[in-house]
């Protein structure tokens, strides 16, 4: 069945769309307690996307469960839809198992919108993350196939036992998600 879409809040605020990484049978990292990334991307975007309705924007999923959805698509979806946003989540991992933190990126060639976008993500994840890693510039499919402002959120390492098991949490989930829902309001604010 095709999932039903919420009934829409006005468009005042803005349309945005989030893009829970992976899904289907991409399941993203696994990490160190046996969580699957695509699981802890889809709990937070369905939650950020919950709350940026209350708020007021126009909110669009590229996947509400687990299927997988190629890159191309993912950023199809903002540019059909002339969205103002386009938030990419996920978890990463790394070989040390003391990597840990989150991070907020941008293309390479982002201009200011995606830049004031990322600083206002990481300005708010700093508040509930444990390590700013910062704003950073790579090239990833979903941030340069996007005509409009894009930016993706690392919630923090499933390589890291610590931040694992609170990535798997559902109140760690829904504090990364009102941080990231206020961000996401703020540059709306803002433009």
């Given at each position: 069945a095709?999932?039903?879409?919420p009934p829409r809040a006005p468009a005042g605020l803005g349309r945005v769309v989030i893009d829970p990484g992976h899904g289907?049978?991409?399941?993203?990292?696994?990490?160190?307690?046996?969580?699957?990334?695509?699981?802890?991307?889809?709990?937070?975007?369905?939650?950020?996307?919950?709350?940026?309705?209350?708020?007021?924007?126009?909110?669009?999923?590229?996947?509400?469960?687990?299927r997988f959805i190629e890159l191309n698509d993912r950023a199809q979806v903002a540019n059909q839809r002339k969205a103002d946003l386009f938030v990419?989540?996920?978890?990463?991992?790394?070989a040390d198992p003391a990597a840990a933190g989150f991070t907020v990126y941008v293309a390479r060639a982002a201009q200011g919108p995606s830049c004031a976008a990322a600083e206002e993500l990481r300005r708010h994840l700093?508040?509930?993350?444990?390590?700013?890693?910062?704003?950073?510039?790579?090239?990833?499919?979903?941030?340069?196939r996007t005509s409009c402002p894009a930016a993706?959120?690392?919630?923090?390492?499933?390589?890291?036992?610590?931040?694992a098991a609170r990535l798997q949490t559902e109140g760690y989930q829904e504090e990364l998600a009102e941080a990231i829902s206020r961000a996401v309001v703020a540059y709306l604010r803002s433009r």
């Amino acid at each position: 069945a095709t999932p039903v879409e919420p009934p829409r809040a006005p468009a005042g605020l803005g349309r945005v769309v989030i893009d829970p990484g992976h899904g289907g049978q991409d399941p993203g990292a696994l990490s160190v307690v046996g969580v699957r990334e695509k699981d802890v991307n889809l709990a937070v975007a369905l939650a950020v996307a919950r709350r940026l309705r209350q708020a007021g924007a126009e909110v669009l999923l590229t996947r509400q469960d687990d299927r997988f959805i190629e890159l191309n698509d993912r950023a199809q979806v903002a540019n059909q839809r002339k969205a103002d946003l386009f938030v990419s989540i996920h978890a990463d991992s790394a070989a040390d198992p003391a990597a840990a933190g989150f991070t907020v990126y941008v293309a390479r060639a982002a201009q200011g919108p995606s830049c004031a976008a990322a600083e206002e993500l990481r300005r708010h994840l700093a508040e509930v993350g444990d390590r700013d890693r910062g704003v950073r510039r790579a090239d990833y499919r979903v941030l340069v196939r996007t005509s409009c402002p894009a930016a993706l959120v690392e919630l923090g390492y499933l390589s890291n036992y610590v931040e694992a098991a609170r990535l798997q949490t559902e109140g760690y989930q829904e504090e990364l998600a009102e941080a990231i829902s206020r961000a996401v309001v703020a540059y709306l604010r803002s433009r």
